[in-house]
């Protein structure tokens, strides 16, 4: 049977349809058309029947557009046909929704810019923002700039693109690449003519180039396109960098003023809707954040915090150089967590045996940023965290959203009250922010719904019942769908009037959100009762297919889990969104934190809480165990993926088998090891394994071995070596008591590694050969090939070449018939930095592509930094290829150069992201290196010397081949320097600190890039 033809959607630069490779010829029908892109821009390509009525026909009655619909649904069928499409295969019914396509039929290239976009902001590489940049064709939709429903779609998507023009810009020049800092910083410029931080970014980057005349022309083509389009002049610090230009040589451009960014670096979520009657909360706040450093929002639940928080934030974001980011709590229980939570909001990852908070204030210390942290109520206890960073990082400030104060010295609070109450009037009634807010809300709903004269009064009494609550006014708007205003209106009596009076510490308006809550609650009938409360059980975002293994226990619900949770979507407790990068093959659900915490106690009420607890635990330790095996294939991704989306299920399910379940409890960490080193989150782990292992259990040898053989893993990742041997030693005498070499292979692995990094090659070798027997013996296709790896790295540092290649390909070879990417490419970096070391850097280089390639499919950060400074190495091998004793003598190649030490600053800070020492180490090495040949003998020195310091940190001695290399600069820099400066400089570097040792590394690549060597 042939394979479907597949849609592809082209939104961007203007729209074009293909069925297969056959383009669908003019749409004569707007409407048809306007279906087509609606649908393309939904990332799960699907919409409801009235979103698109309301979308196309917002004037007309439902009957009116729901006929127009039909029509245009008939052109948009016919034009697609025309083009080959297979009767029914696209703008397929879906009970009341339309959908564009079964997810592996439809392509759209708004998705692909997207995705591509969210990867180059993970990892530090010119490549991977280029390749985003290449899917964006040009604007979304040019041809209709008149339909509001694209515009902000529209702003969206230029927008990330202008930020991935300034990060390449930024890497670009990092790297010493000018040229393509200038071509990207005109794209920039071509966009938005009037961005006054882009040209000076141009001039500087220009005057670094030395490309003076350029960059006093770009500052004379500032000021005209501000007085033309603006009616303003330059702004002083900029005045202040053209004058720098004019009077300064181009040996002196260090002196030059830092380059402003163009484009600030948010993670904040954007806005769905419009913020409705917050005008005068949002410019008072924006007051608050410019002279205070911490600023919390406080009211009862429900009253619109996050809202507001998040539209602050916004507002102020370009007043960050280095960003604004949002820190969601709600699903964290745990204050220890709290840390964890900003860090990886940040993006800073842990790897070292540092306290996290070390780890994050000396990232955040030097940073001008803003921080909002959201429903920090429930973890009040981690409230000393933010005094600490706030102490140690004098350019943050943080925005926080909660139910109580933080009591912090310095704190600012600001009470949210409610939306401001209407009178009966219906046109006092639509100017009211209450008003406003359910009246839109109520259409939304129900698309033919207007506020008239004679609904304006119970209109107005609904809002005042509700007290202005949002989230209540927006559940009540909701019910519109099904009962007009007045039948609205009565439902509210009793409800309101039962769930009055609360405990005496609760808040006022906190008993009218719960009231507002049961009201909604009591509409359900008694099986989606059931269903509502049972979904308590998760947190954070859930499938439908753990919904189905967890909800209906005995199979009593009565009603499909599908069916239900359509219909809690429907009415307004439950959300649908997508699934991040899973978002084209299934829909998550999520629940309101308040509304959670009203189906929690329902849940526990009922007795069910136990059992349904059980079954949520009991699925994740399946799914965890699921992907683990499948972390070594082709499906790793998706795994990874899929693990990333349900983190927070998971640290629910460790908490609440830390309490109730052991044996549950160390299933699932032994199962999540791989998962929380490949993403960095060695510390969470670490303490989850930790806690378990420590509690006594039931006899179960084998489930303990493993969270053993995760535990040991993490230990090792983190540097803690001697912690590391001792779990993988525990671990071995267990599997070697149960006589179980599916679980013994991977311990005995982990003690050769061990045995390899202390440099006990004869040892490693033999724990190697002995793991490789089992491993062949028992059908482990992937620790044959781990094994072989890493005995071809042994016999390459014994000088056994010939074998060492056999053994690396044939590694290489089965890794790649298992669809490891992450391995592949860990297998080619080593045969690359074998070949390097073998003083053949040309043949590294195709090699390192190829390494990097396969770590980019996975965003295994670690990979790609190891592979940069791999590729820095061979680069400046390819511009010095004569190494004598005298480096100095040595002709270098200044263009060469150059790029290698972008390259080894820009694997620099990759690896400050995630605190890899090592990576560190290997970076400041090779920088010494190269600035020894620039004549920098000082920095030079300086840099060995606190490499020698953070060695002695980490278990990571010299090779033979880094012996050399670090022997040769030592002794260079003695001759260059008396023994006074000598032992000063290295002295000094000895002494410096991890994060000045890598200042000083960066401000020594930025001087090489920027001026010719000095002979």
Same mark, same amino acid.
């Given at each position: ?717 983190? $540097? =803690? &070596?001697? +912690? !590391?041997? *001792? #779990?993988?030693? @525990?671990? /071995?005498? %267990? ?63 014994? $000088? =056994? &070449?010939? +074998? !060492?290649? *056999? #053994?690396?390909? @044939?590694? /290489?070879? %089965? ?68 190494? !004598? ?6 002709? /270098? ?123």
């Amino acid at each position: 049977m042939p394979e479907p033809a597949v849609l592809h959607v082209s939104l961007l630069a203007g729209f074009q349809v293909t069925v297969g490779d056959r383009p669908v010829s003019a749409w004569r029908q707007k409407r048809a058309a306007a279906v087509i892109k609606l649908l393309a821009l939904e990332p799960t390509h699907r919409l409801h029947r009235e979103q698109l009525l309301d979308a196309l026909w917002p004037d007309l009655d439902l009957e009116s557009g729901a006929r127009n619909l039909r029509v245009a649904l008939y052109h948009a069928r016919h034009r697609l046909a025309e083009a080959g499409a297979a009767p029914g295969a696209f703008l397929v019914r879906d009970g009341e929704s339309l959908l564009l396509g079964p997810p592996e039929t439809v392509s759209v290239d708004v998705d692909a810019f997207e995705l591509a976009a969210a990867r180059a902001w993970r990892v530090r590489d010119l490549q991977a923002v280029e390749t985003a940049l290449e899917h964006y064709a040009g604007d979304l939709l040019p041809d209709d700039p008149f339909d509001d429903w694209a515009e902000p779609r529209r702003v969206g998507l230029r927008t990330t693109c202008l930020a991935l023009l300034a990060r390449l810009a930024r890497l670009a020049e990092q790297r010493g690449d000018l040229d393509r800092a200038i071509a990207a910083l005109q794209r920039i410029l071509a966009l938005e003519p009037a961005q006054e931080e882009t040209h000076v970014a141009l001039m500087r980057v220009f005057a670094l180039a030395g490309r003076r005349p350029q960059a006093l022309a770009q500052y004379r083509r500032l000021v005209i396109v501000l007085k033309t389009e603006l009616g303003t002049a330059p702004e002083p610090a900029t005045r202040a960098l053209h004058e720098a230009i004019r009077d300064h040589h181009p040996a002196d451009q260090d002196s030059l003023p830092a380059p402003a960014r163009a484009v600030r670096r948010t993670n904040l979520p954007a806005p769905v809707d419009t913020l409705i009657g917050r005008d005068r909360e949002r410019a008072e706040l924006r007051q608050l954040l410019a002279t205070a450093r911490l600023v919390t929002l406080t009211g009862p639940g429900g009253v619109g915090k996050t809202r507001l928080a998040l539209a602050v934030a916004s507002d102020m974001a370009a007043a960050f150089p280095d960003g604004a980011f949002f820190v969601d709590l709600s699903p964290i229980r745990d204050p220890a967590l709290v840390l964890s939570a900003i860090a990886r909001a940040v993006e800073v990852y842990d790897t070292d045996s540092r306290p996290q908070i070390e780890a994050l204030a000396v990232t955040l210390q030097e940073k001008r940023l803003l921080l909002l942290l959201d429903n920090f109520e429930q973890v009040i206890d981690a409230a000393p965290i933010v005094a600490n960073l706030l102490r140690r990082c004098p350019g943050l400030k943080v925005l926080v959203t909660s139910r109580v104060r933080l009591r912090l010295r310095g704190e600012q609070e600001y009470p949210v009250e409610p939306l401001a109450l209407p009178f009966d009037q219906a046109s006092v009634i639509a100017a009211s922010a209450a008003g406003q807010l359910f009246v839109q809300r109520a259409a939304e709903a129900r698309p033919d719904f207007v506020l008239t004269p004679q609904n304006a009064a119970t209109v107005g009494e609904i809002c005042r019942r509700l007290d202005g609550l949002p989230l209540a006014l927006e559940l009540a708007a909701a019910r519109v769908r099904t009962l007009p205003p007045k039948m609205l209106l009565e439902r509210l009596d009793a409800p309101l009037a039962l769930l009055t009076g609360g405990t005496r510490d609760m808040p006022e308006r906190h008993q009218t959100i719960r009231a507002t809550i049961a009201w909604s609650h009591d509409l359900l009938s008694d099986v989606e009762r059931c269903l509502f409360r049972r979904l308590a059980a998760f947190a954070g975002i859930w499938t439908l297919a753990a919904a189905e293994a967890v909800i209906d226990l005995n199979g009593d619900l009565g009603i499909s889990v599908l069916d239900g949770l359509t219909s809690l979507v429907d009415q307004s407790l439950l959300q649908s969104v997508n699934g991040g990068r899973l978002r084209e093959t299934e829909t998550r659900f999520a629940m309101l934190e308040t509304i959670r915490e009203f189906a929690l106690e329902q849940l526990i009420a009922s007795g069910e809480d136990a059992g349904v607890r059980r079954r949520h635990v009991t699925f994740y330790v399946g799914l965890a165990e699921t992907a683990d095996a499948d972390l070594t294939s082709s499906q790793q991704q998706m795994w990874l993926d899929r693990l990333d989306a349900d983190r927070t299920n998971l640290r629910a399910a460790l908490d609440w088998a830390l309490e109730e379940d052991v044996i549950m409890g160390l299933q699932l960490t032994g199962a999540l090891g791989r998962f929380w080193g490949m993403r960095g989150s060695v510390t969470e782990g670490r303490a989850h394994l930790d806690a378990l292992l420590a509690m006594p259990s039931p006899a179960q040898p084998a489930t303990r071995a493993r969270a053993l053989n995760a535990a040991g893993l993490l230990a090792r990742l983190h $540097g =803690d &070596t001697g +912690r !590391a041997e *001792a #779990l993988v030693d @525990e671990a /071995v005498h %267990l599997w070697r008591s149960l006589d179980n070499r599916s679980g013994l292979i991977p311990a005995l692995y982990a003690r050769a590694w061990h045995a390899k990094e202390r440099n006990d090659l004869e040892l490693a070798t033999s724990r190697f050969e002995e793991c490789l027997a089992l491993a062949r013996e028992g059908g482990d296709r992937f620790h044959v090939a781990a094994c072989l790896v890493s005995r071809a790295e042994i016999a390459n540092d014994q $000088g =056994d &070449t010939v +074998r !060492a290649d *056999a #053994l690396q390909w @044939e590694g /290489v070879a %089965l890794f790649q018939e298992l669809g490891d990417s992450a391995n592949v490419g860990w297998s080619i970096y080593s045969m690359a930095a074998m070949t390097i070391h073998r003083g053949q850097p040309a043949t590294a280089l195709p090699l390192l592509e190829t390494a990097l390639a396969n770590f980019h499919k996975v965003d295994e950060a670690r990979g790609v930094a190891w592979s940069l400074v791999a590729l820095a190495e061979a680069t400046w091998l390819l511009a010095a290829p004569k190494p !004598a004793p005298d480096v100095a003598s040595v002709d /270098v190649s200044q263009a060469m150069g150059s790029r290698a030490a972008g390259l080894y600053a820009e694997a620099l800070g990759l690896a400050m992201e995630f605190k890899d020492k090592r990576i560190i180490v290997s970076c400041l090495e090779g920088l010494a290196t190269v600035a020894l040949w620039w004549g920098k003998t000082d920095e030079t020195i300086r840099l060995l010397g606190a490499t020698s310091a953070l060695r002695e940190t980490i278990p990571y001695p010299l090779g033979p081949h880094a012996r050399g290399v670090v022997d040769c600069l030592i002794d260079s820099g003695r001759r260059a320097l008396d023994d006074r400066a000598f032992t000063t400089d290295w002295s000094v570097g000895r002494a410096l600190s991890l994060s000045l040792a890598v200042e000083l590394a960066e401000e020594t690549a930025a001087a090489i890039a920027a001026r010719p060597r000095m002979d």
